[in-house]
């Protein structure tokens, strides 16, 4: 008779942590979310928290003094021009120094080109539980829960 999975699964940000290789991808992640969350409270500070959702914040590793933000269209990136020295003022109270920001109108997402009607294949229950212990464990406000949360609702599970 087969034994449950369940008692050897370990939850998944247990193996991140041990594994050097993935806990530095998940410090970048962690830098990256917490980047995103100062540009979107200095925006609302400024009065422009609906734009919040439409940028998406990058940081390049080499120059950490230089940031770019991806909108999705060009009325947004004018915008973001105009309250540019003021956005700068705003993240440098947060202790970022910054000497750039550069704004780039990201090009309009195609969309993907799969066969509709075809499910992926469905978790096992072991890894149901592990996906559901590492959504359980993160912020609420956090863009990995949210990503988690859609990876968990677009997926059956295996009984």
């Known amino acids: 008779m087969n034994k449950p999975i ?10 991140l942590q041990e594994e ?3 806990q530095k991808l ?13 540009v979107q409270n200095a925006l609302k500070k400024l009065g422009f928290g609906q734009l919040a ?7 390049k590793l080499e120059n950490p003094e230089e940031l770019f933000l991806l909108v999705s269209s060009p009325a947004i990136s004018a915008r973001l021009q105009q309250i540019m020295p003021s956005l700068i003022k705003e993240l440098s109270q947060d202790r970022w120094v910054l000497r750039s920001i550069k704004v780039k109108v990201r090009p309009r997402q195609s969309l993907p080109q799969t066969e509709e009607g075809i499910d992926p294949p469905p978790f096992s229950g072991a ?3 592990a996906w559901q212990s590492l959504y359980d464990r993160l912020s609420p406000n956090s863009s990995i829960r949210e990503a988690v949360a859609q990876l ?8």
């Open 26 to 38: 998940m410090e970048q992640a962690k830098r990256h979310e917490n980047r995103t969350s100062q």
């Open 152 to 159: 968990l609702n677009g997926r059956k599970t295996r009984l």
């Open 53 to 59: 959702p439409q940028i998406m914040v990058e940081c």
């Open 20 to 22: 050097q290789g993935l």
């Open 127 to 129: 890894a149901t539980l």
């Open 6 to 15: 369940l008692k050897s699964a370990r939850p998944l940000l247990d193996c």
